[in-house]
């Protein structure tokens, strides 16, 4: 499947859970300075500058390396922590108090779905396939465009 060529890839399960560590604590280390770089870019420019930083990882995942994925994962972790609160910065400057529930809702049903249909679309990509490499570049290119979007 996906995850085991990609474990296979970076040298072992083990080199992916110090990979998320890492993400973990990028964006731990970046909360506390989120609001201040929102404050002084803007939401719209600091959901750009986060969506960026989260594409590096997708693109680094299709020719893997252990170092670019220590390397990515930190950017990624700091990406994220611009993104969440950026966007709701953004939904808050956009919405009407008679509107704020309802564009809430939608925010946030679309941000809790987008698990399940990722989930969906790895399930019918990798079950009748038996090459991790091309499962692998079709699952990030997919993300990469779209990230990109």
């Known amino acids: 499947g996906l995850s085991s060529g990609i474990n296979a890839e970076y040298g072992g399960q083990q080199t992916v859970y110090y990979s998320m560590a890492v993400h973990s604590l990028s964006a731990a280390l970046t909360c506390p300075f989120s609001m201040f770089i929102i404050k002084h870019f803007g939401a719209k420019i600091s959901l750009v500058l986060g969506s960026m930083c989260c594409l590096f990882f997708y693109l680094s995942v299709i020719v893997p390396s252990g170092t670019a994925l220590f390397i990515t994962q930190s950017i990624f972790g700091f990406g994220l922590a611009l993104v969440r609160p950026a966007s709701l910065k953004f939904l ?58």
């Open 92 to 149: 808050v400057q956009n919405s009407s108090p008679s509107t704020m529930g309802r564009d809430t809702g939608i925010h946030w049903g679309w941000f809790m779905s987008s698990m399940i249909w990722g989930n969906a679309i790895a399930l019918v990509l990798t079950k009748n396939t038996t090459d991790p490499d091309w499962l692998r570049m079709m699952v990030y290119s997919i993300l990469a465009t779209l990230r990109g979007l």
